[in-house]
């Protein structure tokens, strides 16, 4: 067992290593991202919207925005990340002939990206808080271990992608029809009671829809065990569904 972890553990540490390298170029995208959103829809749009929910629509847009980031990094990162170090850079490959098992790399992936994850969400987190958008210092640690927890099933999706696709370009069509209805229609920009109940059940087949949900209910204050629960286990679910999926799929492209 501890030999197993530690061999995970040397594929999250390869990938930090080469990932620090060019830290400040990785990491702008996670700033820069939520700041134009919030400046363009929060303080544009914002000045047309009185209220949502009874708050801002700046107030309203803060924790999607921070569960957003979860999505967006452990997707790139395990669909085309992990594809290029699969099939042009043959870093698994060479891990394959250590000790390193498929099964690890895989695991170890996972692991990465639930690290990234948790240390993007929190980096948004403490950028909001800058601008009185977040509850308080103490919100930083929950909000990273929910980026975390997003991130698992959205990297799921990047790998299942990863072992469907020939080539790179066809990453784009899985952002188009998959990722990016994700994060449009997932309560993000525009809360989902209003909407028809066809609609709202709808969203529930997406993972992001429950992280997107728990992160605004740790923004407001609203979180209970109910809801901890419900889409919590429901993030668990998706994880573990896709990422055995992912995983059987991914175990077979590795050693041939």
């Known amino acids: 067992m501890t030999e197993n972890l530690k061999n995970c553990w040397s594929v999250v540490t390869r990938n930090w290593t080469v ?7 990785n990491i702008s995208p996670t700033v820069a ?11 544009g749009l914002g000045g047309f919207v009185q209220q949502v929910e009874g708050r801002s629509y700046m107030a309203f847009l803060a924790p999607g925005l921070v569960a957003s980031t979860a999505l967006f990094t452990s997707f790139f990162e395990s669909s085309y990340g992990f594809y290029i170090r699969m099939t042009f850079e043959s870093v698994f490959k060479a891990m394959l002939t250590t000790p390193i098992t498929a099964g690890q790399i895989i695991l170890g992936e996972y692991i990465w990206n639930f690290l990234k994850g948790a240390m993007m969400a929190s980096g948004v987190t403490l950028f909001l808080l800058c ?9 930083v640690f929950p909000a990273a271990l929910l980026g975390g927890v997003i991130a698992l099933p959205c990297a799921a999706l990047g790998l299942l992608a990863s072992s469907f696709v020939r080539n790179i370009n066809q990453f784009q069509t899985v952002y188009s029809f998959l990722i990016a209805p994700i994060f449009y229609l997932s309560g993000v920009f525009f809360p989902l009671t209003p909407m028809p109940e066809a609609f709202r059940w709808a969203v529930l087949i997406s993972p992001f829809t429950h992280g997107v949900r728990l992160m605004q209910q740790l923004f407001w204050h609203q979180l209970s065990w109910e809801s901890v629960i419900v889409h919590g286990g429901a993030l668990v679910a998706f994880s573990l569904a896709l990422g055995l999926w992912s995983a059987k799929r991914l175990k077979a492209q590795l050693v041939t």
């Open 19 to 25: 990932y620090r390298k060019d830290f400040i170029a």
């Open 33 to 43: 991202d939520p700041s134009l959103i919030l400046i363009s829809l929060g303080l």
């Open 131 to 139: 601008f009185g958008l977040a509850p308080a210092w103490w919100s």
